[in-house]
DNA sequence: CTGAAAGCGCTTACAG
DNA sequence: CTGAAAGCGCTTACAG
């Protein structure tokens, strides 16, 4: 039966085995043509009996290498975060690195805290994810400089420009949402934004707008209301919003705060869709259980894991990709079907 | 302009100051009485201008503490692993510890894995959750056995009883269930289990048993379903428990089934709570955003985060607790109000 | 194929 | 108050 523990050590295999230490290293690590068959066999057999496992402290010291990778999010509790934290685990566990999560509560100080007692030899790689309110990259961008593997999520700032970015369908997801409700008829297209200072609300909105100009619609502000991405922000909004009426969909900048229209829609006694449409951006689990069904947009968080992944790895394996920029298509949702190009 | 990296070392500081590199150690360590207050200043300064940062391998190697712990759950997709997380980060955070989260996708071999690779010096101390299907306990045994940290959360395993062991108030929350229901007027209470291996699912029904018995009322199988923790399943069983009717209210053990059940429910065009009363165990987010509000029971993951932190640190201090189980209790949300005893 | 030795960047008795 | 030295558990040229 194997042990744990960290007692046992190379040392003791030497001696157990009477070889060197470099040899059980070399065993251990299977460099080829480091050794005999029958070296091998008798120290893989010590390893085993005596549940041997490397400190990776140690091996880390002299590697230079710790396996290790942080993620930093403004809040675990978006429900992107959480999608985009399993295809990234699921990534990194291919090549035997673990994760490390922090959770900044959208706070520049917490953030430097972090990345400063992260990148003194305790990651490998570090990925910086949109703080959803002002953000400082100073550290970042000395960071990259450094050449210390450094990847932003969902962050716009121009100063930015010379690191490795993935970004989601913000843009998109704001138009698509506005064809999609064209499509089906509606002239008079409300939208409940997100958070004032997060710049991803604000491509969304800029999306929208897109959309509407499209579709050759007048935008108007009247029917334009901010949502804060929460629950009851949203719900605060949809209450404004249906006082003077003027439309006959809306769409929210996320889930929560569509959800929290759906609420106030309810309240009044409307239908949803009869009376009002209402679609979704960044698509939750919250849409898809509700009734009625909410249509929502997709920014396919687990792929963006995957190629946030993929990134870092490169970067850790010595491949410079800085200067570019991974965006993530989005997808629009309809009762738990893409659908296509809208 | 402090750098980061880790190319600027003790020694680097020593040279630099003219002092060897175990004074350097000492004031940077705030070892009390190592040093004047001369040079204390002098190495602070220079490190200040070096941006300095201790390597943490390094430091670890010979301190065998690395400040970091591990958290393996089944999935984070639960609310109530988010809102734990959340918990336990701002606690050990307080500590200057870090946390290395692990999903193990309800499979005992890939907890194995985690363990072992996690145990080896990587981490002070673990945190191991219920994987909600066939749990495997030899390794945290053994562990256990070896003064090596380990906590459970919500494992019910006899062979456990020498760990330290935090647990949620499962039972509490079946009977808490009833008993709202019944002072509801409610004599016919329907209940949706959770996942047939889960053991908390379990305990969750026999407390549902007991409250029945403690209000006088017949436990009736014929309107008893298995939901697997999931909207889809919360949704089927509900469909089929309405087909035979017999009852004026439901459990579900878990929000999502109770939320799958909502759903079963107004698509028939039945109203909540007019005619169905409906209960969740395990609030989330989702229960207070539906519309109607559904009431659920809390198990308090953020307290329980808490709780855990306190018990590792414990552990990792050199505090042996071992034997002792913690159980938070639950408490029952109406409305956004939490409700006494009921 | 194998070993002696240096070294990764720290901390910690020990001696003064 | 300070330094020389050993050591944490590994890996890695280098030499044979």
Redesign the interface.
Known sequence: MA?????VTIKDLASMCDVSTATVSRVLNHIQGGYSGETEARILKAAEELGY??????R??VTKK?N?V?VLVPD??YYFF?EF??GL??YLNKF?Y??????TQEDPRQEEQF????????VDGIIVSTLNSREENE?LI??NE?H?PVITLERYGEELRDLCSVQVGNFDAGRMAVNYLYSKGHRKIAFIRGKRDARNADIRYEGYLAGLEACGLQPDESIVRYGDYT?EAGRQAMSELLENGGFTAVIGAND?IT??A??AI??TGRRIPADISVVGIDKT??T??H?PTIVSIDFCAHQVGITVGECIMSMINGESLGKRIFRQRSVLFEDGKSVREV
């Open positions: 042990k744990t523990g960290s007692r496992a490397p400190n990776l402290m140690a880390s010291l710790t290790l942080a675990i509790h959480q934290f399993a685990e699921a035997s673990r994760l490390l999560l922090c959770n990345i400063r007692s992260l990148c003194n030899g305790l550290l000395e960071l450094e210390f629950f929560l959800l929290g759906c609420k309810m309240k689990i919250l898809d259980t009734e």
